[in-house]
């Protein structure tokens, strides 16, 4: 399988509140050096892992990209598995616990180039917005909650009208097509997202990420029961020894898998609906698998107009907590001495590239 850059989401803005897979990529047996990224809002921790990812990139490392939900165009962590390191954004709501410092963890912290006397003078503002911004991302996340009820009930329709014996049938002859009779090198999976809902509305990265030559494509409707067919995958994958990723939505973190990567098989189970469209592969159609006469057509129309509604809410919620943000930042910025940190940085990359 040819090597390429990842891009991956490691915590979002989800309908269980703020939903962290941080933990999953800090593995003390995969990992030499884990640094942690300190420093206020706009002081320049993405910039400073992104100068990074680009010098290996450059001299030919793979890179795994890992994205912050709230901006998708920043970092809040980078990793070099080839030269086994780690850079990660140790700010809330992200916090990383350094279990082994100094000999696992390591912190920079980029609040040493910044002047506080610059900043005092606008103390009460800092706090105010600072606060305001954690209010916003409340209101969101109970936004959120609702969006996760009516998905509940989308699910209910569709529980009605499952063929079950149909339903496991396909999941055991896809599920062969994966694993074509193999066995895999030892059991591992981690847990990630691809998708988040952002300020900028719905990101994915299924396609810059789908680089496999063998590609499954589940043509799937929102709230259908397209979950269990992954999750059945997903068990004969961890009983057949296999490593893989498993790629949670956003609207259920921790029980609904809408994708699955296999490296050592070179392939990805891809579920695709009208919020994260898959183009590539095999395109595998699942309405046969639903008795359609048992769906009440007319609640499903009125279920999936409040569930827009309410994700556009949402996303229209935290482009606000965005803007409040992007002030925030400012007063930071104001204070930095980014000419030291550029000084820095530069025999900091110098020095891990040994």
Known sequence: MEKFNTHFFPGGNT?????????????????????????????????????IAEHFDNKGFMIEYYHCSSDPDSLDAVIIKEKKLMFVDGTAPHIIDPVYPGVLYEMINLADFYDNSKLMPYKNQIIDLTDNISDIFKQSYNYLKSLKNIKNNLEAQYKKAVKSNDLNTFSKILTKRIAKGKQGYGYGEQKQFISAITPSGLRNYIDINTNFSNIFVLNSQVGDLTYKITESVKNALKQNNFSFKSLYCPTAPDTHIEHIFIPELD?????????????????????????????????????????????????????NAKKAHDRLEKYYISAMDFYALDSFKKEFISSISI
């Open 15 to 51: 309908t269980d509140g703020f939903y962290s897979y941080y933990n999953q990529l800090t593995n003390k047996n995969q990992l030499d050096r884990i640094y942690t990224i300190k420093g206020g809002p706009g002081v320049g921790k993405s910039t400073f892992m992104k100068d």
């Open 267 to 319: 392939c990805a189970l891809i579920t695709s609906n009208k919020y994260h469209q898959c183009f590539k592969g095999e395109i595998i159609e699942t309405n046969h698998l639903y008795d359609c006469g048992k769906l009440n057509k007319d609640e499903i129309e009125y279920e999936t107009k409040l569930y827009e509604s309410l994700l556009e809410k949402t996303v229209s919620i935290l482009q």
